[in-house]
């Protein structure tokens, strides 16, 4: 069974412009979280889905971000517009609860310039 | 806020014993993880405690006192690929929300 999938794997924009990053969870997981990961502040939660429905959106630093869940295969975060200080390795991660431990996905290296 | 503390780094020897410890002080608490994240990788899940006690998994086990806070996790007979960031995580409640901390960088060294 395929594990999480995300695209793209690199992402290099200019200030200012609008980024997609996609992600598709595990079949049958019913939970999707969204991290972003840099040197400075480590692993940070962003937002959180369950059923397709964001529960926790606490962690999205501002309204540049926001993110969309469809469907339960297929999930977003869009920055638009986008900053340098967003430049950072975002990984998409599902779960099946109750069982213990988030999957995740190989990340999306962004840089903006 | 959650605060989950780790040491950033540690050195230790092939073949060694090592020894990564985690506090916690957080909102809720239902089970901490343990991950292994190589450079440039995701993170990968490694071990689970949700009672107090030790977990023994092959050449890695994790320790966790919930009246304490505290828990670690232990690396025996220590391999070069071993080398790695090690990163606590606290569930908070029943639904997989999960905290992480900043991680150990692990060295090993032979």
């Known amino acids: 069974d395929a594990g999480v999938i995300q695209s793209p794997r690199h992402e290099v924009t200019e200030m200012g412009q609008e980024v997609t990053l996609r992600c598709k969870p595990i079949?049958?997981?019913?939970?999707l979280f969204w991290y972003r990961q840099t040197m400075m502040r480590g692993l940070e939660l962003l937002i959180y889905f369950n059923n397709n429905v964001p529960i926790d959106d606490s962690g999205m630093p501002e309204d540049r971000f926001s993110a969309k869940m469809p469907n339960a295969s297929f999930s977003t975060l869009k920055i638009q517009p986008s900053e340098p200080r967003d430049s950072a390795v975002y990984f998409c991660a599902s779960s099946l609860a109750p069982s213990p431990g988030q999957f995740f996905g190989p990340g999306t290296r962004l840089t903006v310039l | 806020g959650q605060n989950i503390d780790q040491p950033t780094e540690m050195t230790a020897t092939e073949g060694a014993i090592v020894q990564i410890n985690c506090t916690y002080q957080t909102s809720g608490f239902n089970g901490l993880f343990w991950y292994q994240q190589h450079a440039g990788e995701a993170p990968t899940f490694l071990s689970y405690n949700v009672l107090d006690g030790l977990e023994e998994k092959g050449r890695f086990s994790s320790f966790l006192s919930r009246s304490k806070g505290y828990s670690y996790l232990l690396l025996k007979e220590l391999q070069m690929k071993d080398s790695a960031s090690y990163l606590c995580?606290?569930?908070?409640?029943?639904?997989?929300?999960?905290?992480f901390g900043a991680g150990t960088r692990l060295t090993v060294k032979p």
């Open positions: 079949s049958g997981h019913d939970y």
């Open positions: 995580a606290v569930r908070l409640y029943n639904n997989n929300d999960m905290r």
